[in-house]
């Protein structure tokens, strides 16, 4: 299975800690490709069916549900835990990701 930067994957996130997002999930991969290509672990962040509009999450609509990515849950996580491929972003989806990124962790 090929993991890309934006692609959207099923994850498994258990087991987890206290307020981490838990359970299998979709998940966005926001590691660079380089990084995925050459490590055995991926920076994704998990989605959610239901959020509340925090400056961190990002309303999206795959698979004719509508979701949330949550910026403020990036992880690290090993590969072994990517179940399957989903979907991928759009390039709208991902300027705003980016942006929220930027916004959050560069300024």
Known sequence: MELTQYSIVLVNLDPTIGSEIKKTRPCVIISPDEMNKHLQTLII???????????????????????????????????????????????????????????????
């Open 45 to 107: 962040a998990p989605m959610t069916s239901q959020s509340k509009n925090y400056p961190t999450r990002i309303e999206v609509k795959h698979n004719q549900k509508n979701g949330w990515i949550v910026l403020d849950q990036i992880r690290t996580i090993d590969k072994q835990r990517v179940l399957k491929s989903l979907d991928k972003l759009t390039e709208k989806e991902i300027a705003k990701v980016k942006l929220i990124i930027k916004e959050t962790f560069v300024d």
